[in-house]
């Protein structure tokens, strides 16, 4: 049974940042496909972040260069490290795995994952 366990989100002011972390238990994460996604009050859940099984990495436009996804193999836990914060980046933070062996290309729709976590609430005032 694999299992996502989000934590770090936290209300902050405009400018801050935050570190979430997505540690996994019953499945390892090395070499394969993970994101971040964001869902805000009346809007579609959005990806954010995504890494393949290569540890290439790809980001939603409005977050290129303030937010930085990355992986700790030796704990099992998919990091976002968020900088220079903005009001509109408040939503529900969700991780994703693709668990199905080594995954070259990581892709943003949401059916492509198999695995969620819960989410960790993320606020930013300005």
């Known amino acids: 049974q694999v299992q996502l366990v989000e934590s770090g989100g936290f209300s902050v002011q405009a400018g801050g940042s935050l570190r979430l972390s997505c540690a996994a238990s019953?499945?390892?994460?090395?070499?394969?496909?993970m994101g971040w996604f964001r869902h805000a009050p009346v809007k579609v859940r959005e990806g954010v972040a995504i890494i393949d099984g290569d540890g290439d990495t790809a980001y939603k436009n409005s977050v290129k260069g303030r937010f930085t996804i990355s992986q700790d193999n030796a704990v099992n836990t998919l990091y976002l490290q968020m900088d220079s914060l903005k009001p509109e980046d408040t939503a529900m933070y969700h991780c994703?795995?693709?668990?199905?062996?080594?995954?070259?290309?990581?892709?943003?729709?949401?059916?492509?994952?198999?695995?969620w976590g819960q989410g960790t609430q993320v606020t930013v005032s300005s």
């Open positions: 019953g499945y390892i994460l090395s070499r394969k496909c």
């Open positions: 994703a795995v693709k668990y199905s062996g080594y995954c070259r290309v990581a892709l943003w729709e949401r059916s492509f994952y198999n695995a």
